[in-house]
């Protein structure tokens, strides 16, 4: 029987739990878009000036985002549906702080909850998301009335996307050659202002969104092999998305920042 995306996510990172946290702290381009995306997701929830907030770290990982949570004071919640990434995260604040650690097993399309979160950051997860649709209109629902949600999309329409030509030949032909639990012509991308319309549509007004990953790859090799080279044009485009406002729409990865309605129930 053919593997749905979530089954075949939970299958992924359940198999490579040990190599998240190491795709943070290598030295190369991707681990630069990882740390610049976890950048912006913790100044999104800072800026929210919520002290003491109760935040669900929605696909906790191996708790990259959590523990910089946890340490900055807030009560976090963690859930994520590879049961390996939940005991990496345990073991990793366990380690690293003597404050309290609220995580489960579970599907963030049916969360166990009510409307009790003063944020929740999704990060690093549609991509792997069956029905997004489905998801926001259950990550509404556990977001207290004025509360924040802070997710990330990957972006359809980003230069490294389009100018991606070996994946695009390979969804093409269906000649699916990257040796990784999910190929990555699976990933759901969607288009930044198509998400920006559901996020609207879905009860929440928009705060703040931003763009990044602007470097152009080809699956592992880049184009242009350096990893500084990339590292240095990205931080360019970075800088000069701060300018051009539409730069944010070509990057890899796009940030949201939303806040909920008083009134969506
Ligand atoms: C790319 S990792 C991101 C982890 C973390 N948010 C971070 O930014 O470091 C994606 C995580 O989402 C989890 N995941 C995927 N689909 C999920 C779902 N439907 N419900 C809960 N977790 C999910 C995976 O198990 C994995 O740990």
Not at 25 to 30: D, H, L, P
């Amino acid at each position: 029987m053919q593997k749905n995306i979530k089954q075949k996510a939970k299958d992924h990172f359940n198999k490579s739990s040990g190599n998240w946290t190491g795709q943070y702290r290598a030295k190369n381009y991707n681990a630069h878009v990882l740390n610049v995306r976890k950048h912006h997701v913790l100044r999104f929830v800072d800026e929210c000036g919520i002290k003491g907030a109760k935040i669900l770290d929605a696909g906790c990982g191996t708790g990259e985002i959590s523990l910089e949570l946890i340490k900055r004071g807030y009560d976090v919640f963690g859930i994520d549906i590879a049961l390996n990434m939940i005991r990496e995260t345990k073991q990793r604040i366990e380690e690293e702080t003597d404050q309290p650690f609220h995580f489960l097993v579970g599907d963030i399309s049916s969360l166990p909850f009510n409307n009790s979160f003063d944020i929740v950051c999704c990060v690093g997860i549609t991509a792997y998301l069956e029905n997004i649709q489905q998801t926001i209109a259950e990550l509404v629902r556990v977001i207290k009335p004025e509360g924040y949600l802070i997710i990330t999309i990957r972006n359809k329409y980003s230069i490294s996307s389009m100018l991606n030509v070996v994946s695009i030949i390979k969804r093409c032909i269906g000649r699916l050659g990257w040796k990784c639990g999910i190929e990555r012509s699976e990933w759901k991308c969607y288009s930044p202002w198509w998400f920006e319309h559901l996020l609207r549509k879905s009860g929440f007004e928009l705060v703040e969104s931003i763009g990044h990953g602007f470097a152009i790859k080809m699956d592992k090799r880049c184009l242009f092999s350096t990893k500084y080279f990339l590292i240095v044009i990205n931080k360019m485009l970075e800088f000069l998305s701060s300018f051009c406002p539409w730069l944010n729409l070509c990057g890899e990865m796009y940030i949201v920042k939303a806040k909920k309605f008083v009134n969506c129930e």
